[in-house]
C-alpha cells in the first residue's frame, strides 16, 4: 500500500494516525481541504477488516466531506475520523478520550462529531480532552433529525424535477437501513402520505418503523430489486454498483447514506437509464449544517431553514446537468469546486 500515493490522488493535506494499544484504541484522522475553513466530519466507529480499508474509507469521506461543505454554503473544509473496532463495546470512555487526544494534537485544524457507530455519549468523551468537537449535550446534540430533515426536502426536490410536483404522497420509497436517520426520515415520509417499504440488518428496527409508520418489510438483499419511485440508501455507502444496477426499478435515487455511488462511472449509467440520482453529499449536508449551527450559536430553527435550502440547491444542480449533458454527480462536483476556487482568491478565514 502506497499511502502517500493515496493521500495525493484528492488532494489530501494530512492524515494522523493514533494508537494507544493499552485502551485498544486505532485512529485514523483525514484533512482534505482547509481552503474554506477548519476541516469538520463525524468520528466513524468500525471493525474494518484491514488497516488499509479503513484508510480508504477515511480519505474517500474526507474528500466528499469538502464537497458537502463547499455546496451546502458554509464555511468548513473536509475532514473525517475513524477508530477500528468493534462499536458494539461497552467500554467506551477510555477510547473515546483517546481519540479527543487525536483531535486536540491538530490544534483546531480539525472537528469532530458523531457518525456510523458513535453517539453524543461518545462525544462527551471526545470532550474531555478537547474542545474541537460538536454535536455534544447542550449543544446542538443529534444531527440526524436536521439530516433526515434535509434528505426529504431533496427528495422533494428530486420529485419535482422527475414528475413536476414535489408531494411524495402516495409515492413508493423504499428506505434502505432505519438507524437514526432513516428512522426519522419514514417519519417525514409516512406524516406526507408515501407508501414506505424498509429494511434494514437489524430486523427489531424494521419491526419497530413497520408498526410505527404502516410501512412494509423487505430482506436486506430484496430491496434493489423492489419497484418503486425513490430508492432512499440510509445505510453505508457503494451500494448503487454492477450488481444492484442489474436488478433497480426506481425512478430515483436519493438517500442520506455517504458515498452511494460505488465508482464514478455508476452515475453515469443512472443518467443514462434516466435514473435521477441527488447526489449523496448534496442531499444528506442536514447533518453538517446542524453542527456548523452549533459553532455558530444558530438556533434549531435557523438550522433548519438552512437545511432547506437543499431543495434549491438540488434543483440548481439538475438544471446544471440538464445544460451540460452531464451526470448530476459530476454538475455537483463541479459547482462545489467552483466555490473552493472562488474561495481561494480571498483571504484565509481559517489560519
Given at each position: 500500500m502506497d499511502v502517500f500515493e493515496l493521500l495525493s490522488r484528492k488532494g489530501h493535506e494530512q492524515v494522523v494516525f493514533w494508537s494507544e494499544p493499552e485502551l485498544d484504541y486505532r485512529g485514523i484522522i483525514a484533512i482534505h481541504d482547509s481552503t474554506m475553513g477548519p476541516a469538520l466530519g463525524g468520528t466513524r466507529f468500525w471493525n474494518y477488516s484491514s488497516d488499509e480499508e479503513a484508510l480508504v474509507d477515511v480519505l474517500r469521506l474526507s474528500h466528499g466531506m469538502t464537497y458537502k461543505a463547499a455546496i451546502a454554503g458554509v464555511n468548513l473544509g473536509g475532514g473525517k475520523s475513524?477508530?477500528?473496532?468493534?462499536?458494539?463495546?461497552?467500554?467506551?470512555e477510555m477510547i473515546f478520550r483517546a481519540h479527543g487526544r487525536a483531535v486536540e494534537s491538530l490544534g483546531g485544524r480539525y472537528i469532530t462529531a458523531e457518525d456510523v457507530g458513535t453517539s453524543v455519549d461518545d462525544m462527551e468523551f471526545v470532550r474531555m480532552e478537547t474542545d474541537a468537537v460538536v454535536g455534544v449535550h447542550g449543544g446542538s446534540g443529534d444531527p440526524s433529525p436536521v439530516t433526515a430533515f434535509g434528505t426529504y426536502q431533496g427528495m422533494r426536490a428530486c420529485a419535482q424535477q422527475k414528475y413536476g410536483?414535489?408531494?411524495?404522497?402516495?409515492?413508493?420509497?423504499?428506505?434502505?437501513?432505519?438507524?437514526?436517520?432513516?428512522?426519522?426520515?419514514?417519519?417525514?415520509?409516512?406524516?406526507?402520505?408515501?407508501?414506505?417499504?424498509?429494511?434494514?440488518?437489524?430486523?427489531?428496527?424494521?419491526?419497530?418503523?413497520?408498526?410505527?409508520?404502516?410501512?412494509?418489510?423487505?430482506?436486506?438483499?430484496?430491496?434493489?430489486?423492489?419497484?418503486?419511485?425513490?430508492?432512499?440508501?440510509?445505510?453505508?455507502?457503494?451500494?448503487?454498483?454492477?450488481d444492484t444496477l442489474k436488478v433497480l426499478k426506481v425512478d430515483i435515487v436519493a438517500g442520506?447514506?455517504?458515498?452511494?455511488?460505488?465508482?464514478?462511472?455508476?452515475?453515469?449509467?443512472?443518467?443514462?437509464?434516466k435514473v435521477l440520482y441527488a447526489p449523496d453529499y448534496v442531499i444528506n449536508a442536514?447533518?453538517?449544517?446542524?453542527?456548523?449551527?452549533?459553532?455558530?450559536?444558530?438556533t434549531p430553527d435557523r438550522s433548519k431553514r438552512k437545511a432547506m435550502e437543499i431543495y434549491s440547491t438540488l434543483l440548481r444542480i439538475f438544471e446544471r446537468a440538464d445544460e451540460d449533458g452531464v451526470p448530476t454527480a459530476a454538475a455537483a462536483d463541479q459547482l462545489a469546486e467552483q466555490r473552493i476556487r472562488n474561495a481561494r482568491h480571498l483571504q484565509r478565514s481559517y489560519v
Open positions: 475513524v477508530i477500528v473496532g468493534d462499536n458494539r463495546t461497552r467500554d467506551r410536483d414535489s408531494s411524495l404522497a402516495g409515492r413508493h420509497v423504499t428506505v434502505q437501513g432505519v438507524g437514526n436517520v432513516g428512522y426519522h426520515l419514514c417519519g417525514l415520509l409516512a406524516d406526507e402520505g408515501a407508501r414506505l417499504t424498509v429494511t434494514d440488518i437489524d430486523p427489531e428496527r424494521v419491526e419497530s418503523v413497520c408498526r410505527e409508520f404502516d410501512a412494509e418489510p423487505c430482506e436486506p438483499d430484496d430491496i434493489y430489486g423492489v419497484e418503486a419511485d425513490i430508492f432512499a440508501p440510509c445505510a453505508l455507502g457503494a451500494v448503487i454498483n454492477d442520506a447514506a455517504n458515498n452511494q455511488l460505488a465508482r464514478s462511472r455508476h452515475g453515469e449509467i443512472l443518467h443514462e437509464r442536514g447533518g453538517l449544517i446542524n453542527v456548523y449551527g452549533e459553532l455558530h450559536d444558530w
